[in-house]
């Protein structure tokens, strides 16, 4: 699996878009770039996953660049109920954890 | 409603004792996980199964022992020689073991040895 850089903690106002970043410089060809969240003391939720192209569903969107290198996540309209760790993983399974970024929403 | 259960939410043990924390799921899904999380810490991997009746080690497998005689069922024992047991569990699972699949966790078993 590729080794993974997140920011440890992000802040974000209620409403506005959460854009997390995710640095996967040495991510290979057939390694999926993955998104879950933690909620405290809880197990972790998929959001989202890729390998090449963008990806939106209901929760997010997915943001790979063209040489796979990086990734963002975006909550459109973050909620107080989207503070949670979010963790970027870019791998196969089984999943490698990383320790993720703390991304707190505020009123 | 389908999903994977973790039992018991939260458990107590004396330190010498095995302890064995238990995971279903009714997705019929092929590969199944245990995870490690210690306060502050991303999740460390145990112990994983691809297919019934086979496992593999994972980052931090010395003290544990696991079993996957069903499909449905892939309980994890703590054993007396893992050195530092109290953490939260996690299980998860897969469709299948290989990639291009989202993961299903339960919610956590927190063990606590004293």
């Known amino acids: 699996d590729a080794k993974t850089t997140q920011p440890p903690s992000m802040d974000c106002a209620e409403g506005r878009a959460a854009n997390l970043p995710c640095n996967h410089s040495?991510?290979?060809?057939?390694?999926?770039v993955y998104w879950y969240r933690q909620i405290h003391s809880q197990g972790p939720q998929y959001i989202i996953h890729?390998?090449?192209n963008n990806e939106t569903n209901e929760m997010a969107s997915l943001i790979i660049t063209e040489d796979r290198k990086s990734s963002t996540l975006i909550l459109p309209h973050a909620t107080l109920r989207d503070t949670a760790v979010y963790y970027c993983i870019a791998g196969n399974t089984p999943l490698v954890f990383g320790k993720g970024t703390r991304l707190s929403v505020i009123a | 409603d389908g999903g994977i259960t973790q039992s018991p939410k939260y458990l107590f043990r004396k330190e010498g004792q095995n302890v064995t924390l238990s995971c279903e799921q009714n997705?019929?899904?092929?590969?199944m996980y245990w995870y490690r999380q210690d306060p502050g810490q991303g999740l460390r991997l145990i112990y994983y199964?691809?297919?019934?009746?086979?496992?593999q080690k994972g980052d931090i497998a010395e003290g544990y022992s696991v079993s996957r005689e069903k499909k449905e069922s892939f309980p994890l024992t703590v054993t007396s020689a893992q050195k530092n047991p109290t953490a939260f569990y996690l299980c998860?699972?897969?469709?299948?073991?290989?990639?291009?699949?989202?993961?299903?966790f339960g919610q956590g078993t927190r063990l606590t040895v004293v």
């Open positions: 997705l019929n899904h092929d590969a």
């Open positions: 998860a699972s897969t469709l299948s073991g290989t990639s291009n699949t989202e993961a299903f």
């Open positions: 890729g390998l090449k």
């Open positions: 040495t991510i290979s060809g057939n390694e999926y």
């Open positions: 199964s691809q297919i019934v009746n086979d496992f």
